[in-house]
C-alpha cells in the first residue's frame, strides 16, 4: 500500500497531459508554447546572477561562526533608535576634531587632487581662494598639487558634504548630535542652486557668497539655535516625508519648516533687521537649503551603527565623481569603491549629458538611512526633478524593501498607506538580488567653474557590493572549501 | 443576396450557444449563471436612478434652445483663468459692501436665528460680545432674537466663512481681488483649532484672541501687505497641492509657504520685536492658518463665473449646519437647500458622533473650485484627519472627474500622474450618475460654547442637486411634453 501511493502519483502524472514550468529566461517558455504546451513561465534570475564567488562567499558567510542576521537586527535597530539633532553651529577646524587650517574634507571616498574630477577640483580651487591660501585659480591649482594640502574624505571626519562636499577650516558647520547615543555629525550651510562651490563653482560670487555665510548667517544661526534651543531632526524628516519631500533633492517642505519654526526666533536676537531679513529671504530663496540638515541627520543616525561586529549593513555610501564607495558595519572604515556611473535624468536648459560629470556627493547618505532615492514613493513631484514617472517613484521605493533591513516606522510613506521607509541596506542582499540602491542625484558640469546642469537617477557600480561581500566572507565566514578539505 | 445577407447572422445567432450580457442588479446574472448560461454583467444603472421627473427636465434642458454645453464652456473657462490674488486686508464693516455695524454675515443659505444650528448660534453670541453688543451669553441671545440684528449669508456679500462662519463689522478680513476679472473676495482671519468662534466657542480666551487680531495682527498684516505687494494665490495653492495639502482640511503646506513669503517683509516694518514674534508664533502653531486664504481664493475664482446665461455649473455649495445649499451659475442667487448632513469621521478625545452638529460652513467652496476634497489624492496624508486611507483619497478624486466640466492644468495632482484636479460640477452630472461631490471638513460640537470635535467626510443631501436641475429645466428647457402637446 505504501509503495503503491509512492509510485501512482507518478504514473498519474506521465497519463495526464504535461505541463511545462519554465524558470528564468523566457525564450525557452517561447519555444514549448510555440510547440504546442501549456507553459507557466516564472520570472526567476539565479541568485548573485549565478556568480560563484559570490555564491560561495554567501554560503560562507551562512556557515560561519557568526549570526549575521542577529548582528544585522542589532545594527538596523540602532539606526531606527537614532534621534538626529540640530544643537549648535560652530567653524569647521574649531568643531571638527583633526581639521587643520590645511585640510580639505571632500565628498564619498579617498581620492587624490591627480584623480578628482572637474567639479570636486573646482571646489578645491574655490575653498582654497576662500581660506585665502591662493589668490586665483591657478595658484589654487599649484597649491593643491603641491602635496601641502590634506585632503580626506568627509566621512572620515563625521561630515557629510553634498556634491563635491568641501569643507575648509573656516566654514560654519552644522552640529548634530544623535541624541540617542552622542555621538555627533558636521556638514556645511548649503548655498543654494545654480553657481554654487558644491557644483565646481568659484567665481567672485560664489566666494562671496561663502563669506556672508560665515560673517552674517553663522553668527546669526549660532545665537538662534542657542535660544531656540535643539531641533529634533526625526520629527522635521517624518512631517516633510508627508509634505512630498524626499530628503534629498526635494526639500521645499523641510526648508518651510525650518523656517516658520526658527523665524520667531531669528527676530528677537536683536540683531540689526537688515541682516535677519537677508538670512529670511536666503532661507526662502532655496529650497534646498534643508539638504544640508537631512544629511548630518542620515550620518549621525548610522554612525552611531558602525562596526558591529558580524554585520553586513551598510553604514556609508558615497561619491567622489571618480569612485562610488561603500562601508559596510562590521568591516569599519574600509571603502569598498566602483567607478561613479554617470546619471540619467533632466538637464537645465543649455547642457546635455555632454558636459556632465559622474556622479558625485556624500548625499547618498540620505538613501543610507533610508530616505532620499528611498523615499521618492513620498515625493511623486520629484520626478519633475529627476525624471521619470509618478509611478516609478512608487516602484523604486517599494523595490528597496527586498535589499533592506528594516521599516522604519518613524519615517511613513502616506501613499504606500504610511508603511515605514525601507531602511539599513544589507549588502547580502544587494547582491543576491541583483537590485541596486535607487540613489536621485543633481548633476555637476564635468569641468571646474561651472555649476549646476542637471539632476536625475544613478546606479551604482555592482563590483563594490561584490567586493564588500567578499571581504565580509573572509572576516566573518567559514573558511573556503580548499582549506577546509585540508584542514 | 442582399435578403440573404440580413437573414444569415440572425440565424447564425440562434444556432450558436446563447450568451447573455446583463445590465443592473446582479441578481440576474447570477440566475443565469446558477442555470449554466455564460453571462457578462455589466455595473449599469438607470440615469438619475430611474428619476421620471430629473429625466424629463433633462430632456427638456437637451431640447431647450440654449446650448448648456456651450454656456458650461464658457463658466468653466472663467473658472480656469481666475487669478485670485491676496491684495490687502481690512476692517469688514468698512470694506464689505453693504455691511454694517449690526449685520451679522453666517455661513451656508440664509437661515433665522431660530433655525441657527448650536455652533452658530455660539459663533453669533461670541460675535456680539465682541462686537460689545452683548455683555453675555443672555444677552446675545436676547439681541440676536429680538429682530435688531440683520443676519445674511456670507456668500450674499462675496464673503465666505468655515464653520459657523461668522462675520461682524469690526472683525478684520482679509481682501481678495481676481486679478483676471476683478472682482473681490472676503475672509476674517483664521483663529486655530480648538476652542475657537467658528466651531461655536466664546469663552474669554475666544474674544481676546478676536481682539489680539484686530488690534495688533490685522495692522501688522495691512502694513506687510502693502509693502509686500499682492500674493498670486493661484501660484501657492499650486505649489500647496504637490505638497501634500488639499487645501481644506490639510494646509500645512499653504501655511508654511505663505509663512516664509511674509517673514522677511514682517521683520522689516519697524514694528514693536515682541509684536511680531507674537504673530510668528500664531502663524506657526495653526497649520489652518492657509484655509481662510484658499477659501477667499475660490470664493472669488468662482464668483466671477456667476449669472453665465445657461450655464448648469455649480458656483456654490455651502452649510449653515441646518441647511446644505447650492447655486448654479445660470441661476442666479436662487438657493437649492436639503438638510444638513451629519458628518462622518474621526474624534477627537472625550467626543463621539452623538457630541456632532450636522456639517457647516462655507469652506465646501474649495470642493466647489476643484480642491479640498476634490484634490484628497494630492493629500494621501490628510486620512489621519479625517478618517479612511491613502487609497480612498484617490478613489475621491477619481471619481469627481464623472461629475466635472474640465481639469484645471494649474492645480496638479502628482499621484495621478500630474493630472489637473476636477473643476467645475456640472448639476446636470451630479443627478445623471448619481454621484454627489465629496466634501471634508471639521466637526464642530452640537451646542454653544464648546468648539471642534472631530473632522470627517459627509455627503451632502441629493435633493438639492435634483431641486436644481428641475428649476434649470424650468428656467432654459423645452416647455414640458404636456404643455407642448396643448400649444
Not at 562651490?197 to 556672508?212: P, Q
Not at 558595519?329 to 554617470?342: E, H, I, K, N
Not at 566572507?473 to 582549506?483: I, N, Q
Request: with cysteine.
Amino acid at each position: 500500500m505504501a509503495e503503491q501511493s509512492r509510485v501512482a502519483p507518478v504514473a498519474a502524472l506521465f497519463k495526464s497531459p504535461l505541463k511545462a514550468v519554465n524558470l528564468g529566461l523566457p525564450s525557452f517558455a517561447a519555444n514549448l508554447a510555440a510547440a504546442g504546451a501549456e507553459v507557466v513561465q516564472v520570472d526567476w534570475r539565479p541568485p548573485a546572477g549565478g556568480d560563484a564567488a559570490v555564491l560561495d562567499a554567501l554560503d560562507r558567510i551562512d556557515a560561519g561562526p557568526i549570526d549575521v542576521d542577529a548582528a544585522n537586527k542589532q545594527a538596523v535597530d540602532i539606526l531606527l533608535a537614532a534621534k538626529p539633532t540640530l544643537i549648535d553651529i560652530g567653524v569647521a577646524a574649531e568643531v571638527i576634531p583633526g581639521m587643520t587650517s590645511t585640510t580639505i574634507l571632500h565628498s564619498g571616498p579617498p581620492v587624490t587632487w591627480e584623480r578628482m574630477c572637474g567639479p570636486m577640483r573646482g571646489g578645491v580651487i574655490g575653498g582654497l581662494i576662500y581660506e585665502g591660501l591662493a589668490n586665483d585659480r591657478a595658484e589654487a591649482e599649484a597649491l593643491a598639487a603641491s602635496g601641502r594640502i590634506t585632503f580626506a574624505p568627509c566621512h572620515g571626519y563625521g561630515a557629510v558634504g553634498p556634491m563635491a562636499g568641501i569643507v575648509t577650516a573656516k566654514m560654519p558647520v552644522w552640529i548634530f548630535e544623535n541624541a540617542a547615543f552622542g555621538n555627533r555629525a558636521y556638514a556645511t550651510v548649503n548655498e543654494g542652486l545654480g553657481k554654487v562651490l558644491r557644483y565646481g563653482a568659484f567665481s567672485d560670487e560664489v566666494i562671496a557668497r561663502l563669506r556672508w555665510i560665515e560673517t552674517d548667517l553663522y553668527p546669526v544661526m549660532k545665537k538662534a539655535l542657542k535660544r531656540h534651543g535643539p531641533i529634533d531632526m526625526r520629527s522635521v524628516i517624518a512631517q516633510a516625508l508627508q509634505m512630498g519631500d524626499e530628503g534629498h533633492n526635494r526639500n521645499r517642505a523641510g526648508t518651510s519648516l525650518i523656517i516658520r519654526e526658527l523665524a520667531p526666533t531669528l527676530v528677537q536676537l536683536g540683531e540689526p533687521v537688515e541682516r535677519i531679513v537677508r538670512i529670511l529671504e536666503f532661507l526662502n530663496a532655496n529650497d534646498h537649503f534643508f539638504l544640508n540638515l537631512s544629511m548630518p541627520s542620515c550620518k549621525c543616525a548610522l554612525d552611531a551603527a558602525r562596526n558591529v561586529k558580524g554585520s553586513s549593513m551598510i553604514v556609508a555610501m558615497a561619491r567622489n565623481g571618480t569612485d562610488f564607495g561603500v562601508q559596510v558595519s562590521g568591516l569599519g572604515d574600509r571603502w569598498f569603491t566602483g567607478p561613479a556611473s554617470m546619471v540619467e535624468g533632466l538637464y537645465l536648459p543649455g547642457y546635455s549629458a555632454a558636459d556632465a560629470a559622474p556622479d558625485i556627493g556624500d548625499s547618498v547618505i540620505t538613501e543610507t538611512a533610508g530616505i532620499g532615492g528611498f523615499c521618492m514613493a513620498a515625493a511623486p513631484a520629484i520626478v519633475k526633478f529627476v525624471g521619470g514617472a509618478p509611478q516609478d517613484a512608487i516602484a523604486y521605493t517599494t523595490r528597496m524593501y527586498e535589499i533592506t533591513l528594516a521599516e522604519n516606522g518613524a519615517y511613513q510613506i502616506p501613499a504606500l498607506d504610511f508603511r515605514g521607509s525601507p531602511t539599513g541596506v544589507d549588502v547580502r542582499k544587494v547582491v543576491e538580488t541583483g537590485i541596486l540602491p535607487v540613489v536621485n542625484t543633481g548633476i555637476a558640469h564635468k569641468e571646474p567653474g561651472v555649476g549646476m546642469v542637471g539632476a536625475g537617477l544613478v546606479k551604482p557600480p555592482r563590483n563594490c557590493f561584490r567586493d564588500a561581500v567578499l571581504a565580509f566572507a573572509e572576516a566573518y565566514g567559514a573558511p573556503p572549501a580548499s582549506s577546509r578539505s585540508e584542514s
